[in-house]
């Protein structure tokens, strides 16, 4: 069985690192689809880059990736104001393509996020991982599946999804 997992929070939350974790652990064809590997590599080289948005390419991918049997991991933020319809799209995507679909809310304290946001290579501006956090911790932030990074170790964390994963089930019941 292979499934759709979306990994959300904050910059500096530890999403880049689950999903590292998943990729090493999942049995099967996986693959982890970076929003920002998409939005500052690939999104450079095309020629009608005003016209496609990030999300569409991850989406094209993700649909593309199912329908080869393959479990995708999607790692990105996800929120501000059309972040709600894009997670419901790649819902669609997975019962559109039969697989089941996991949401992850990953959270840590703010002063967390910002300490780990430093020891980027890339270091994304600090009034920016605090207007992600503010965000996030709104009512329309915290949706899915949602672990506290302060409370779990990474092993932890890990442990936690994939005992969340949807069991196997026949798709003909």
């Not at 689950?18 to 450079?44: A, C, E, I, N």
């Not at 989406?59 to 929120?79: H, N, R, S």
């Amino acid at each position: 069985m292979h499934h759709l997992l979306v990994i959300r929070g904050p910059p500096g939350v530890g999403k880049t690192s689950l999903s590292t974790d998943l990729f090493r652990k999942l049995p099967g064809k996986v693959w982890v689809l970076h929003k920002d590997w998409f939005q500052y590599h690939f999104m450079k080289e095309l020629p009608n880059k005003g016209k496609i948005e990030v999300f569409e390419l991850i989406e094209a991918t993700t649909t593309f990736l199912l329908q080869k049997g393959c479990t995708v991991i999607i790692d990105g933020i996800y929120g501000g104001q059309n972040g709600h319809l894009k997670l419901h799209r790649l819902k669609r995507i997975a019962r559109a393509n039969h697989v089941q679909y996991l949401q992850v809310f990953l959270h840590a304290s703010l002063e967390k996020c910002l300490q780990r946001n430093l020891r980027r290579k890339k270091c994304i501006p600090e009034c920016d991982v605090r207007k992600w956090y503010s965000w996030f911790y709104n009512a329309h932030g915290k949706r899915g599946l949602v672990i506290d990074s302060n409370k779990l170790t990474r092993k932890q964390t890990l442990h936690t999804i994939l005992k969340a994963l949807p069991p196997k089930r026949s798709l003909n019941k």
